[in-house]
């Protein structure tokens, strides 16, 4: 009953608000002597709480299915079919039947078995006193004994044990582990096998718990497999079927364990430039040496060689690369895309792809924390390819590693690590040299011959162009000259990386810090000492001591560097980068590799992605990928599952696209992405042109409805409103017969945001002034400006854009088709049919449409447009030259002729023409100018290019800039 609370046969009390389905009763003994009989239930979440409440109970008895479903009053399903009560069957076992009692149902059979049901949340089942100590489930054994009645089903395999080792130990044990981290039946079995060691070692004896508990019977390495799948033995050592292994410290035999559990012998060598050794307790050919290639600050460049240059160019180059097809090399891809930040004053690196095995790995600075593997976003760690690809965090830096020992990492700033071993020695190519250990011919182009210029070498290795980008400076390159450096010299700035008793002092012996400290001079010079540029140059310093595993020491303090580290976490500048995390309870002793700086989860905190959070906030791990709490994600690349990471772990359930919408990616995020889009624009007095493309005008200056989701039941679309308030414009006349639109509301995802006419810079977010551009709700609404409009938009596709003065436009993604109301029309496609009234009936009277989906505002006068003559006219003396003014939209040859063919200008022109005319001689240049930039918003926001059609007599930019600057001034005076 209720949540449901449970109250067995023995009157044990307990509550279970699990929303499956579960044995309630049912004879465990089968005996000839007591009929068999089984009676279940189905439980299900509320839709109004998080509360789960009885869906069906189910009655197996005689051979019968009875169903007794919730809320099908007067009716029960017998052998799935629906029949009204009563109902009575004699089988030859015997007879059930089944009347309704007041507002339940009774089922009770000639044995003395009684179910009752009241078609919502109270179940009572009775059995006689002959079935006492022979029947099992929720409701417990009837034994007389309520302390043993949550008996799972197979009943008590460990009870003789019981006595002699107290189980609850080994229970919290278990329950400990799992809330850590992994998944729950490796911790069952694991914790079942403990047990069961002890007991027996106790020399008591425990029955077969394995089938029950579905652990499977032999254990090869850390899975339980059959026994005929079962590996190979080789001197006391036992191997997995697959696994391969030297069986000499020279590394010339190889034994392969097939899976008919034989050994299987290679003679072999390692490879040229590789040893016999043992990593990390594994013997294997590994290379001898590596190399390291470094990019840091502005950026600087240390090749694999040792060669030091520096390049500001800020488009896509290749890194590092394989160049040669030399047989047994696994070919790859570093690439980097430079920033401009400061066009004066140099570049920074700000993506990092590498391409390996068939995966993109995109680091970006936009996206500190995760990364993106083929399109998706992912947290860390992310293992590819069978671990042949691992990505995880090490202090600051995202780190990649191959099975053949490359190694890439970057610090989702500036700072990048290019590893490779000797085995690619002499075959790699790129900005980061070719590898060979000769320094002088580092500089090499693409065709083999050598650059004239770290700008001709930057030419050569560009592989894509972002817009405005460039090969170095566009002038004569950013220097300080000597007499500014020295300023810098000091431990405040650069002096820390050469001082012999600083913190880096068990490091200069081993790194050279001259290249580092030359850097540091120029990038802080460059910059005037400001911005704390030195920190990237010591971070990175830092960085290369601890790769070689050389002592760095404490050097940021609280005005140096300090380092800013999120919530629930500190730092260390030796932290070992493989942190407690939700993924894995591998604690920092037992981290392979040398330490890194960075931020480390507090005491009693777990790394989820890239925050710190308490045990019970960890995410879930499925299928390879993490994903946090509360997340909803579509697996395996398709969107046939749609599933949900909880406190419980993963719930899935069957999914499919809606209309208009196609499995893909977007953002990085795969999802039900829409297929196409709906714009519907309002401009000046205000005119409507709808989703379906009717226009008509509408004067009204009251708050009204433009768009809004509507019939979204049985969907999984997010629910909106746009509301947009018109006014009177006084702006254009003393005595106004033009309205416009004053605010602009949007609500979405539980906020309401306010644009307001003239308000520039600022917006308006559940009552509180708010700075653009900001983000909400983790990035679900971004409000930021674009040009001169202010643009409110959805991680579902909907946007709102409003230029603070005359136009606003609602997009809505295509899979709202036929799910919105408002003056903006049904998106239906029929655009015959788009005033509809909010009660669902038609309308062909405008003004009728308008008021149906008025906002009723408390204290405002307003009215609902005019009718007939008390409407503006336009005197057709004035007509002439108003055409002439506005026909720059419809001008074949003009700047707007390449949207003619994607939007049509008539409706625009016939709009211009109108409120010019109506703006009178005070409004018509301001008029003139919002009219025709309503034609260039709405062909911009489709992507079509309009040439410049400004000029010193139409429009002319100032006379814009002038109009804001004013309104900003009014906010203030």
């Known amino acids: 009953m209720g949540d449901p609370h449970y109250r067995t046969f023995d009157n044990y009390y307990y509550s279970f608000m699990g929303n499956c389905s579960y044995i309630l009763a049912k004879n465990c003994i089968g005996d000839q002597t007591h009929p068999l009989f089984e009676v279940s239930v189905k439980n299900e979440k509320s839709a109004k709480s998080l509360l789960t409440a009885v869906g069906q109970i189910t009655i197996k008895v005689f051979d019968q299915v009875i169903e007794m479903v919730r809320n099908e009053i007067s009716m029960v399903r017998v052998n799935y079919e629906v029949w009204s009560l009563p109902v009575t069957l004699k089988r030859p076992q015997g007879q059930l039947n089944l009347v309704q009692s007041g507002l339940s149902v009774i089922l009770w059979t000639d044995f003395g078995l009684t179910v009752q049901y009241d078609w919502e949340e109270y179940v009572k089942i009775t059995v006689p006193s002959s079935f006492m100590g022979k029947v099992c489930g929720m409701c417990g054994n009837f034994d007389g004994q309520k302390d043993n009645d949550l008996i799972k089903q197979g009943?008590?395999?460990?009870?003789?044990?019981?006595?002699?080792?107290?189980?609850?130990?080994?229970?919290?044990?278990?329950?400990?582990d799992y809330c850590r981290g992994g998944e729950m039946k490796d911790y069952i079995c694991d914790m079942l096998q403990v047990y069961t060691d002890a007991c027996q070692r106790a020399g008591v004896e425990v029955h077969d718990w394995r089938r029950i508990a579905r652990c499977r019977y032999f254990r090869s390495g850390d899975k339980c497999i059959r026994k005929e799948e079962c590996g190979c033995q080789y001197n006391g050592r036992y191997v997995q079927p697959g696994e391969a292994f030297w069986a000499d410290d020279q590394c010339t035999q190889k034994l392969i364990c097939n899976v008919g559990g034989q050994l299987d012998k290679e003679e072999t060598n390692c490879p040229l430039g590789q040893g016999c050794t043992v990593v990390s307790g594994i013997r294997d050919c590994y290379p001898?040496?590596?190399?390291?290639?470094?990019?840091?600050?502005?950026?600087?460049?240390?090749?694999?060689?040792?060669?030091?240059?520096?390049?500001?160019?800020?488009?896509?180059?290749?890194?590092?690369?394989?160049?040669?097809?030399?047989?047994?090399?696994?070919?790859?891809?570093?690439?980097?895309?430079?920033?401009?930040?400061?066009?004066?004053?140099?570049?920074?690196?700000?993506?990092?792809?590498?391409?390996?095995?068939?995966?993109?790995?995109?680091?970006?600075?936009?996206?500190p924390g995760v990364v993106m593997v083929n399109g998706e976003l992912n947290n860390l760690p992310v293992n590819l390819n069978s671990n042949k690809v691992q990505i995880y965090r090490s202090g600051f830096f995202a780190v990649i590693e191959t099975d053949f020992r490359l190694k890439v990492s970057y610090d989702w700033n500036s700072a990048v690590t290019v590893t490779v071993p000797n085995t690619y020695q002499g075959d790699m190519c790129g900005l980061c040299g070719n590898f060979n250990g000769n320094v002088t011919d580092d500089m090499l182009l693409k065709n083999g011959l050598v650059a004239k210029t770290v700008e001709e070498l930057g030419q050569s290795w560009r592989v894509a162009?972002?817009?405005?980008?460039?090969?170095?400076?566009?002038?004569?390159?950013?220097?300080?000259?000597?007499?500014?450096?020295?300023?810098?010299?000091?431990?405040?700035?650069?002096?820390?990386?050469?001082?012999?008793?600083?913190?880096?002092?068990?490091?200069?012996?081993?790194?050279?810090?001259?290249?580092?400290?030359?850097?540091?001079?120029?990038?802080?010079?460059?910059?005037?000492?400001?911005?704390?540029?030195?920190?990237?140059?010591?971070?990175?310093?830092?960085?290369?001591?601890?790769?070689?595993?050389?002592?760095?020491?404490?050097?940021?303090?609280?005005?140096?560097?300090n380092a800013q580290c999120p919530s629930n976490s500190h730092y260390e500048v030796c932290d070992k980068g493989c942190g407690t995390t939700c993924q894995?309870?591998?604690?920092?002793?037992?981290?392979?590799?040398?330490?890194?700086?960075?931020?480390?989860?507090?005491?009693?905190?777990?790394?989820?992605?890239?925050?710190?959070?308490?045990?019970?906030?960890?995410?879930?791990?499925?299928?390879?990928?993490?994903?946090?709490?509360?997340?909803?994600?579509?697996?395996?690349?398709?969107?046939?599952?749609?599933?949900?990471?909880?406190?419980?772990?993963?719930?899935?359930?069957?999914?499919?696209?809606?209309?208009?919408?196609?499995?893909?990616?977007?953002?990085?995020?795969?999802?039900?992405?829409?297929?196409?889009?709906?714009?519907?624009?309002?401009?000046?007095?205000?005119?409507?042109?709808?989703?379906?493309?009717?226009?008509?005008?509408?004067?009204?200056?009251?708050?009204?409805v433009a768009a809004e989701g509507c019939h979204l039941d049985g969907t999984h679309l997010t629910p909106f409103s746009v509301v947009v308030e018109n006014e009177k414009w006084y702006d254009m006349s003393d005595d106004p017969k033009v309205s416009v639109a004053k605010l602009v509301a949007v609500t979405v995802y539980g906020n309401t945001i306010i644009m307001r006419r003239n308000q520039i810079g600022l917006v308006m977010v559940n009552g509180v002034m708010m700075n653009v551009p900001l983000n909400l709700n983790d990035e679900q609404i971004v409000v930021k400006q674009v040009g001169s409009n202010y643009v409110i938009s959805t991680d579902f596709g909907l946007k709102v854009t409003y230029d603070l003065v005359y136009h606003v436009t609602v997009t809505v993604p295509g899979n709202y088709r036929d799910k919105t109301c408002g003056l903006c029309g049904n998106f239906n496609g029929n655009k015959d049919d788009e005033f509809q009234l909010p009660d669902g009936k038609m309308t062909k009277d405008v003004t009728t449409f308008g008021a149906s989906w008025k906002v009723g505002v408390p204290g405002v006068v307003c009215e609902d447009g005019c009718v007939?003559?008390?409407?503006?006219?336009?005197?057709?003396?004035?007509?002439?030259?108003?055409?002439?003014?506005?026909?720059?939209?419809?001008?074949?040859?003009?700047?707007?002729?390449?949207?003619?063919?994607?939007?049509?200008?008539?409706?625009?022109?016939?709009?211009?023409?109108?409120?010019?005319c109506v703006a009178g001689a005070k409004g018509h240049t301001q008029m003139l100018c919002h009219s025709i930039n309503a034609y260039v918003i709405d062909c911009q926001d489709i992507g079509t290019k309009v040439l410049n059609w400004r000029s010193q007599s139409l429009c002319r930019k100032y006379a814009l800039l002038l109009f804001a600057c004013r309104s900003l001034l009014s906010l203030y005076n």
């Open 584 to 704: 894995s309870t591998t604690t920092a002793g037992t981290c392979k590799g040398p330490c890194q700086e960075g931020c480390a989860c507090n005491r009693g905190f777990l790394l989820s992605g890239d925050q710190c959070v308490p045990v019970e906030q960890c995410g879930c791990q499925y299928k390879g990928r993490y994903y946090k709490a509360g997340k909803t994600f579509y697996p395996d690349g398709l969107c046939a599952e749609e599933c949900v990471c909880s406190g419980t772990g993963v719930s899935c359930k069957k999914f499919s696209c809606g209309p208009s919408e196609k499995c893909d990616v977007k953002s990085g995020v795969r999802s039900c992405q829409a297929i196409g889009q709906g714009v519907c624009s309002i401009s000046g007095d205000p005119h409507y042109n709808t989703f379906d493309n009717q226009t008509y005008n509408f004067m009204g200056t009251c708050t009204y």
């Open 465 to 561: 162009e972002i817009p405005g980008c460039v090969n170095g400076c566009t002038g004569p390159c950013p220097n300080c000259d000597l007499t500014q450096k020295i300023q810098y010299e000091t431990n405040a700035y650069c002096g820390l990386l050469n001082d012999p008793s600083g913190p880096f002092r068990d490091c200069i012996a081993g790194i050279n810090p001259s290249t580092f400290y030359q850097g540091c001079l120029y990038d802080v010079c460059l910059h005037q000492g400001k911005g704390s540029m030195q920190c990237k140059t010591l971070a990175a310093y830092t960085a290369a001591c601890q790769a070689k595993g050389l002592t760095v020491y404490p050097w940021r303090t609280a005005t140096l560097c």
């Open 155 to 176: 009943g008590l395999k460990f009870k003789n044990c019981h006595a002699v080792i107290e189980p609850h130990v080994f229970f919290d044990m278990c329950k400990f």
């Open 288 to 367: 001898v040496h590596y190399g390291t290639c470094l990019v840091s600050g502005d950026p600087h460049y240390l090749t694999f060689d040792g060669e030091a240059f520096d390049f500001q160019g800020t488009c896509v180059y290749e890194l590092a690369g394989v160049c040669s097809k030399k047989a047994g090399l696994e070919p790859f891809d570093v690439i980097v895309q430079n920033d401009g930040r400061n066009k004066q004053k140099g570049s920074s690196t700000k993506l990092l792809e590498v391409k390996v095995y068939g995966n993109t790995i995109v680091i970006s600075e936009d996206r």
């Open 868 to 916: 007939g003559d008390s409407c503006p006219k336009c005197p057709a003396s004035e007509m002439k030259e108003i055409d002439s003014d506005c026909s720059i939209l419809t001008d074949p040859k003009g700047p707007f002729a390449v949207c003619h063919a994607v939007i049509d200008p008539a409706s625009y022109f016939r709009d211009c023409v109108y409120d010019v």
